[in-house]
T-cell receptor, first 113, second 114 residues
Framework: QKEVEQDPGPLSVPEGAIVSLNCTYS??????FMWYRQYSRKGPELLMYTYSSGNKEDGRFTAQVDKSSKYISLFIRDSQPSDSATYLC?????????????FGKGTHLIIQP | KAGVTQTPRYLIKTRGQQVTLSCSPISGHRSVSWYQQTPGQGLQFLFEYFSETQRNKGNFPGRFSGRQFSNSRSEMNVSTLELGDSALYLCASSLGTGETQPQHFGDGTRLSIL
């Protein structure tokens, strides 16, 4: 069993739809959870950064963490064609930078105009 | 504020050679981490440096090494290159201290081994 599981997709939705992306994990010591967006031929771009369980909202993006279920989600409202990219979840035990991030393999998202 | 800068963007090498990749972190960031990204394995952690010291290391062979300079810039070296080392190598920087310090990535160096 991999440490972090993420459906690779592709996930194709029409413009304006609400998108739900998810990851499950097995290491209960993970406390810091991130979502990155990666466009082709670019590095991952940080979208959301959360600590422990709960919700965090930033514009059209909402991140949810449920540590009891070892499950994290990213919701994108009013999706746009420019949101088409690969979305990577990442997590770590510590948040100070010393811990390497453990990534899911990414979900390829396509927003149809 | 300039982001993380990695050079070169592309490299082509042959088996058995060695290669050095460079990373300049965001100004003020003292932690630099390196990752390997491949289609099969995804993003995997190589190592992390803070104040010129390696604080953490992933599960990679000793052919992969790194160092950090006093200005926080970092280099990664891979010796005796193998075909399987073909990958996108990503560098990330963070402040490195405190509890909530997310990592910001550069655009990577794409290494191809012939």
């Amino acid at each position: 069993q991999k440490e972090v599981e993420q459906d690779p997709g592709p996930l194709s939705v029409p413009e304006g739809a609400i998108v739900s992306l998810n990851c499950t994990y097995s290491n209960s010591a993970f406390q810091y959870f991130m979502w990155y967006r990666q466009y082709s031929r670019k590095g991952p771009e940080l979208l959301m950064y959360t600590y422990s369980s709960g919700n965090k909202e930033d514009g059209r993006f909402t991140a949810q963490v449920d540590k009891s279920s070892k499950y994290i989600s990213l919701f994108i409202r009013d999706s746009q064609p420019s949101d088409s990219a690969t979305y990577l979840c990442a997590m770590s035990e510590g948040g100070g930078g010393a811990d390497g991030l453990t990534f899911g393999k990414g979900t390829h998202l396509i927003i149809q105009p | 504020k300039a982001g993380v800068t990695q050079t070169p963007r592309y490299l082509i090498k042959t088996r058995g050679q060695q290669v050095t990749l460079s990373c300049s972190p965001i100004s003020g960031h003292r932690s630099v981490s390196w990752y390997q990204q491949t289609p099969g394995q995804g993003l995997q952690f190589l190592f992390e440096y803070f104040s010129e010291t390696q604080r953490n290391k992933g599960n990679f062979p000793g052919r992969f090494s790194g160092r950090q300079f006093s200005n926080s810039r970092s280099e990664m070296n891979v010796s005796t290159l193998e075909l399987g080392d073909s990958a996108l190598y990503l560098c990330a920087s963070s402040l490195g201290t405190g509890e909530t310090q997310p990592q910001h990535f550069g655009d990577g160096t794409r290494l191809s081994i012939l």
